[in-house]
């Protein structure tokens, strides 16, 4: 999966750094990132000092080893939300420039879809997770109840507002991926209305005061009308593109009854699928696929007989 970065370590505890020449930026624009690409596809991404003395701030995000990545800002003032329309910084083979702000030589803005399978693995995942930290920072911009600007705390990731104290943290949104299994065979279904058109299996958001295993039962009943049991936790994957912790869980049809009634509103189709005909995935960089491709093995039984 996209975070499984070994032998390289992934640190995100935070440190009040200052930027150095050599650091690592991340630069975000709408739904892209600043980055060049080799001949073999290998992703890059610029350093401090490729950018003119005073042209930006920065803002320290993480470490992957040694190496430090900050998050870069054009001292201009221009924000991600003014500039997200612009096709400059949105398309996938952006111009390098937008208004007020050349981008060093080589580089452009591409499109987040860059990460999902792209090399190194571990440039991939750090452009995913600089990006999520670049729209959580732009959002808390200024305090939700004051309105004036808020101001980053030193010790921690958090930003707090001067004038009131109200304090905002980088937001995790719970949900969980189900494969659900009968009679050898696996649940998928389709989206609807949305861009990624492959199959997937039944996810959804935690709700308020419920357990993850009560998200587990209310999403497959609401998106397809089964009852399930037997729910074994897989495994979970931090999902930066849209801010989600994911957990995934193997679970089987709770009596014999596979007849589904498809909420339309969420999905196209769904349907029940034998081992061979699941499609196998080429990116390997989610946690869907990665459950898919365990059932299309068969590995699943291991789970669902608790044979770990």
């Known amino acids: 999966m996209i975070q499984d970065i070994e032998p390289h370590q992934f640190h995100i505890e935070y440190f009040h750094y200052y930027p150095r020449k050599t650091d690592t930026v991340l ?28 042209q930006m701030k920065f803002q320290y995000l993480f470490r992957i080893d040694k190496e430090r990545f900050f998050l870069g800002v054009p001292v201009s003032g221009e924000s991600t939300e003014e500039t997200q329309n612009d096709p400059d910084f949105v398309a996938e083979e952006g111009s390098g420039s937008g208004a007020g702000f050349p981008a060093p030589d ?23 997770v600089g990006f999520r930290l670049a729209q959580w920072y732009e959002e808390s911009r200024f305090c939700g109840h004051c309105g004036v600007p808020m101001v980053h705390d030193e010790k921690e990731r958090m930003m707090r507002c001067p004038k009131c104290g109200r304090t905002r943290y980088p937001v995790i949104c719970p949900a969980v991926i189900v494969a659900v299994v009968h009679d050898g065979k696996l649940l998928m279904s389709r989206y609807a209305g949305r861009s990624y058109k492959n199959y997937a ?18 999403e ?6 089964l009852p399930v049991k037997n729910l074994h936790f897989y495994k979970s994957q931090p999902w930066a593109f849209t801010g989600t912790l994911l957990m995934g869980f193997f679970c089987e049809l709770d009596g014999s009854n596979e007849t589904i009634t498809l909420e339309e509103d969420e999905l196209s189709e769904a349907g029940w699928f034998t081992p061979d005909q699941v499609p196998e995935d080429e990116e390997h960089c989610s946690l869907t696929a990665e459950m898919m491709e365990v059932f299309r093995r068969g590995e699943h039984k291991r789970y669902l007989s608790g044979q770990l």
């Open 220 to 225: 497959v009943m609401e998106e397809v009308g």
């Open 27 to 54: 630069v975000c624009r709408g739904q892209s990132v600043l980055l060049k690409q080799d001949s073999r596809g290998m992703i890059y991404y610029p350093k401090v000092t490729d950018f003119p003395e005073n």
């Open 106 to 128: 080589g580089y452009r803005f591409k499109n987040i879809r860059i990460f999902r399978g792209g090399r190194p693995g571990d440039r991939a995942f750090a452009g995913m």
């Open 201 to 218: 299996l039944i996810a959804g958001f935690a709700e308020t005061g419920e357990t993850i295993e009560q998200t587990v039962h209310r």
